[in-house]
């Protein structure tokens, strides 16, 4: 059985260079040098590109849509040309609408490279990265700006390095049980509201608003701040999304999973995710079940699996002959078996 989130799919077609600065300016240890005013152009692809053979005046194919990097080879080229002729090169470029250059290494800029940037507003930055090291960092920011995502109405913890997503109508218990297994020493990433973020190989991944990062509402308390209440540890900035709980007030004779062999899923950007359902009703500890819940999960990620151990015991008793002990059962089919001609055996 699976079910899907309805939550409506955000296909990001375009980032700033502005939003790429803002993101990646500590981590790759960029600076602006020139061409401020463009900030705002679209980067329209999340890879990067070596304009080594558009240096050369060889434009077919040419990733216009991308961000340029100019390692040390393509700087040293700059170099060897003279600066009018570096200024004509530049400029058949930059006039294919680039969205900005990336100077990697530290090196420095010539003068017509800042000089013909200004010129086109064309943001020129800096990072003191080596170019694999950049390239590599850069390519995982700009795609998880890319990423596919969606905004669930959920509570998002970390459950023994499970990321389990609580949900259910509003008013259900999802904080309280949030709050109560923060208090066991489980993180939270997440109350109320989760933003969801498809990484490719990655999987699923949920991380909060930055507004409410490290905030809960607590219905007859209010707003708490779970970090200064219970620690740093007790947050997290993002997790993996790796079982769906939803919460469900029972009602009686409603219809509720007794054994567990029948593996729900739950579709998250057409990801399906172990789906579970929980019936919430007074004296019922939602935080211990989340807790079982997950290890239960993890075991099965692991290749165990209770219910059907249990089941293969059920059915192999069903089957047992009225005054025969298991063992003597296990025993007689042993012997069964080893009677058997090697004809019959292959056939079998």
């Known amino acids: 059985m699976s079910l899907v989130d309805p939550a409506a799919v955000g296909q990001v077609s375009a980032v700033t260079v502005r939003d790429f600065y803002e993101a990646a300016k500590d981590v790759l240890q960029l600076e602006v040098l020139a061409g401020e005013e463009g900030m705002g152009n679209l980067i329209g692809e999340k890879s990067l590109n070596r304009p080594a053979l558009a240096l050369t005046g060889y434009f077919k194919h040419f990733a216009n849509r991308r961000l340029q990097l100019f390692g040390a080879g393509e700087m040293a080229y700059l170099r060897d040309l003279r600066d009018e002729t570096q ?16 100077i990697s290494r530290g090196l420095t800029p010539t003068r017509p490279l800042l000089r013909v940037a200004n010129d086109f507003k064309l943001p020129v930055l800096r990072s003191r990265l080596k170019s694999k090291d950049f390239t590599s960092e850069a390519t995982i920011l700009l795609e998880q700006k890319f990423a596919p995502r969606t905004n669930i109405h959920a509570t998002l913890v970390d459950v023994r390095g499970i990321g389990v997503l609580l949900r259910g109508s509003s008013g259900v218990g999802k904080s309280e049980c949030a709050l109560a297994l923060i208090e066991r020493g489980h993180s939270l990433v997440a109350d109320d509201y989760v933003q969801v973020h498809l990484l490719g190989d990655h999987g699923l991944r949920g991380t909060p608003k930055e507004l409410n990062r490290g905030f809960m509402e607590c219905r007859g308390i209010g707003i708490i701040n779970i970090a200064s209440i219970f620690g740093i540890r007790s947050v997290l900035p993002r997790k993996s999304i790796d079982l769906v709980i939803t919460f469900v007030l029972w009602q009686p004779g409603m219809e ?13 950007l057409d990801q399906p995710v172990p789906h579970m359902v929980l019936p919430v009703r007074p004296g019922r500890d939602m935080a211990r079940l989340v807790e079982v819940a997950a290890m239960v999960h993890a075991l099965r990620q692991a290749g165990y699996d209770s219910a059907q151990e249990f089941n293969e015991r059920l059915l192999a008793h069903m089957n047992q002959p009225e005054g025969v002990t298991p063992q003597e059962m296990a025993q007689w089919q ?15």
């Open 87 to 102: 200024a004509v090169i530049l400029e058949e470029i930059m006039n294919r609408k680039i969205p900005g250059i990336i």
């Open 334 to 348: 042993r012997e069964e078996n080893e009677a058997l001609p090697e004809d019959d055996a292959e056939e079998d």
């Open 256 to 268: 509720e999973d007794r054994t567990g062999l029948e593996n729900q899923t739950f579709e998250i």
